[in-house]
């Protein structure tokens, strides 16, 4: 491209020579201090129309679509068209050199049929002559650059070379700047999308707070019996059995506390509170999750096995909640029946806590992407949230753990969160 300017510089007298050596050495200059796209665009027609002595210049890009043409500046026509006047590529003027990547030159537009007449635009009425040279960056048209006149004009070798050179130089100019600009605005969008889904999920989590304490308060009430003022009762086995049901039904509610407490947390770049880490007895923890979840392991086997008296440094509220996760996740895919187990050990220095179950495992290419937020691998045994694996990773993540998927021996999947030993006995 650098060649090819250069050999349509060096074909104009020495005079017009410099002077366009001094508007292509201006442009390269706008393209890195020009505040704004906009700013740069409209220089750039600017000091072409000037350069080239005419009346009017435009600047048409082409579409992503490859299908129009679309003012993105002009000096002289009716700027409020800018992004609105459209020709179809391969039609008019304009739509031809973007095709052929040629120029075209026309000395009487009234009389050309290949003069397309655009709404909102009008040119017949005032325009005489027009030259049009493609930008084309990499032999992709990137869009076409347009000067006209009033008066009649035959536009020479010399202007048409001008004006070649000026658009070979703003090709990769402009292309780089809608790289740049598409990409900051896809950014922005997803910025704005993640900002309106944390925002919902954070109002629906708060929520859920007050029918969680209603419930609280109605369990509370259907929990309470009648005295019994020194007599011993005639069905203790039942108040029993109901006292064990009011506990339970706490537990429940105290979960989907932590629960609610873990969304919120998943959705921060980083939790409000630093964790409190200390030294927790593994095994102690693990028979208390799963003592919490029997009634949600009540059609799956369930064999918990490891090191006696092992302890990690952990968060022991935010340990619990990611095996909770993680035990609930392979009650959802794993079929009925089946055995899920929970195993611990000690790994050079490191607990290992895994949970695995029989089901039907997760390709490699999703062990990354089952992490992600709202990331979810439908089965015929269950659809997930796409929420608990995310949130579990982040709470292991904020105190320092780490946690994977690896496939089975047989088959099924297999979460291990590794966590530092603390004393290993």
């Given at each position: 491209m650098v060649?090819?300017?250069?050999?349509?510089?060096?074909?104009?007298?020495g005079t017009d020579q410099l002077e366009?050596?001094?508007?292509?050495?201006?442009?390269?200059?706008?393209?890195?201090?020009?505040?704004?796209?906009d700013e740069l665009l409209e220089t750039v027609v600017d000091g072409t129309r000037d350069a080239l002595h005419a009346d009017v210049s435009s600047l048409y890009l082409l579409d992503r679509d490859g299908a129009y043409l679309t003012l993105a500046?002009?000096?002289?026509?009716?700027?409020?068209?800018?992004?609105?006047a459209r020709v179809p590529f391969g039609e008019g003027v304009t739509g031809r050199v973007a095709a052929a990547q040629q120029p075209m030159a026309i000395p009487d537009v009234k009389a050309d049929p290949r003069f397309l007449w655009v709404r909102g635009l009008d040119q017949r009425r005032f325009v005489s002559s027009m030259l049009s040279v493609p930008l084309s960056?990499?032999?992709?048209?990137?869009?076409?650059?347009?000067?006209?006149?009033?008066?009649?004009r035959d536009f020479s070798p010399p202007d048409v070379a001008q004006l070649s050179a000026i658009a070979d130089l703003l090709a990769g100019i402009v292309e780089k700047g809608r790289q740049q600009t598409e990409a900051e605005a896809r950014v922005e969008?997803?910025?704005?999308?993640?900002?309106?889904?944390?925002?919902?999920i954070a109002l629906v989590t708060h929520?859920?707070?007050?029918?969680?304490?209603?419930?609280?308060?109605?369990?509370d009430l259907l929990a309470e019996e009648p005295g019994l003022a020194g007599r011993q009762s005639r069905d203790l086995e039942r108040r029993q059995t109901r006292a064990?049901?009011?506990?339970?039904?706490?537990?429940?509610?105290?979960?989907?506390?932590?629960?609610?407490?873990?969304?919120?947390?998943?959705?921060r770049v980083v939790p409000d509170d630093d964790p409190a880490v200390v030294p927790v007895d593994v095994e102690a923890l693990v028979h208390e999750v799963l003592m919490s979840l029997r009634p949600l392991l009540g059609h799956h086997r369930v064999a918990a096995v490891g090191a006696q008296r092992l302890h990690a440094l952990a968060d022991p509220p935010r340990l619990r909640q990611i095996v909770e996760h993680l035990v609930e996740n392979a009650v959802k895919y794993a079929p009925s029946e089946t055995t899920i187990s929970v195993d611990w050990s000690l790994v050079e220095g490191i607990v290992h806590l895994g949970v695995s179950d029989e089901g039907p495992g997760i390709p490699d290419e999703w062990r990354e992407r089952i992490f992600e937020p709202y990331a979810r691998r439908d089965t015929h045994t269950a659809r997930g949230s796409g929420i608990g694996l995310y949130a579990a990773k982040r709470l292991g993540e904020s105190m320092g753990a780490r946690l994977w998927c690896e496939p089975t021996r047989t088959h099924g999947a297999r979460f291990v969160v590794a966590l530092p030993a603390a004393v290993a006995i």
């Open positions: 060649r090819r300017m250069e050999d349509r510089v060096e074909g104009l007298p366009q050596l001094r508007f292509l050495h201006e442009v390269a200059r706008l393209a890195t201090t020009a505040r704004t796209w500046a002009t000096n002289g026509l009716d700027r409020f068209q800018i992004g609105r960056w990499h032999d992709q048209t990137v869009g076409v650059l347009n000067v006209q006149t009033e008066r009649p969008a997803l910025k704005a999308i993640d900002e309106a889904r944390t925002e919902l929520e859920l707070r007050t029918p969680l304490a209603v419930v609280r308060a109605y369990a064990a049901w009011h506990h339970a039904t706490l537990e429940q509610i105290e979960r989907l506390d932590r629960l609610v407490d873990s969304i919120l947390a998943s959705v």
